[in-house]
């Protein structure tokens, strides 16, 4: 049974929630940055009290939300919901910031297969088609365009026919976009709760420092692995290569993150301006062709070399 004081939280965070809800469903612009903290109340309340008060207010919130708002709000209460619930619970066990955020980012992503599914079955929208129609519309223009600015011409054949390989790729990399969509999220609303908790409950909850963010040596076993199996899997529309190329994608971000944390740390160690590792990340945002290659590489030597525990011997 559940006692007075989780019923009195539960309906507290459940009428904030259903708040936000409602502004992020029927205000412009603000409902969008309403958005990214819609799971805070369910990851405050699954912190305090645990997993079952917390998926009793995550089903409570699913009916509420469905009378307050519109059907068309349920996708977003799974998502904030299920996200927002595996994170509190990772909090309530006192993992650590790190541990919670991949804890969270399977939630948030279980959440957006949930919105993946329900959208399907209730509203009937195949996503994938419709991604299809949206690249194929947005191919078709970029070609009109590129036709009248340079011409046709053999070279403009070519990089169209590379642009559609691309393009004919976007599908098979959505589990990919998921879990990065995942990430994000997870991140943005692990440091709002982070925030929310420390100013009510004179807590000192807190990412560990960016340079100090390490991933285990085993995730580039994941990432050779997946970049093999891309490499000798001629069959793009087999299981396996759609797997490897995702795990590709997935863990070759992981490590590029890597090394910029790599390059965090050693200004710091070498104590040099912190005005580098900033002018570096924006650098690889716009050249992400070379630059971010390159970040790769440098989080590869990281983790298989322990460059950290050489500059501590040469400090």
């Known amino acids: 049974m559940m006692g007075s004081k989780q019923i009195t939280d539960g309906a507290l965070m459940t009428g904030v929630y259903l708040i936000m809800l409602l502004i992020n469903v ?58 927002g619930l595996f994170t509190g619970l990772s909090l309530h066990k006192k993992r650590s910031p790190y541990e919670t955020l991949a804890t969270g980012t399977v939630g948030f992503l279980l959440g957006l297969v949930s919105v993946f599914l329900v959208t399907q079955m209730l509203f009937g929208v195949n996503w994938i088609d419709e991604i299809n129609t949206m690249l194929d519309e947005s191919f078709a223009m970029t070609e009109g365009m590129m036709d009248n600015v340079i011409g046709e011409n053999e070279a403009t054949e070519e990089q169209m026919q590379a642009l559609q390989e691309q393009v004919n790729q976007f599908p098979d990399i959505i589990p990919s976009l998921f879990a990065i969509m995942a990430l994000v999220l997870a991140f943005i609303s692990q440091l709002l709760s982070y925030k929310i908790l420390n100013r009510m409950e004179q807590k000192q909850l807190k990412f560990a420092k960016f340079r100090d963010f390490k991933l285990p040596t085993s995730i580039l076993w994941y990432y050779f692995f997946g970049m093999i199996f891309t490499w000798i899997n001629s069959d793009t529309e087999s299981m396996l290569y759609l797997a490897a190329i995702n795990i590709f994608i997935v863990t070759g971000l992981l490590i590029a993150l890597q090394g910029f944390a790599f390059i965090f740390y050693y200004t710091h160690v070498k104590k040099l ?42 400090k």
């Open 26 to 83: 029927f205000v412009p612009f603000i409902g969008i940055l309403v958005f990214f903290a819609l799971p805070v109340p369910f990851i405050i309340y699954s912190y305090r009290h645990g997993f079952k008060p917390g998926a009793f207010m995550l089903l409570t919130a699913v009916l509420l939300s469905l009378l307050a708002a519109t059907i068309y709000s349920l996708p977003i209460t799974l998502l904030a919901g299920v996200g």
């Open 273 to 314: 301006s912190k005005a580098i590792p900033v002018f570096t990340i924006i650098l690889t945002m716009l050249l992400p062709t070379v630059l971010l290659y390159l970040v790769r590489i440098l989080g590869i030597i990281d983790l298989g070399f322990s460059m950290r525990n050489r500059l501590k011997k040469d």
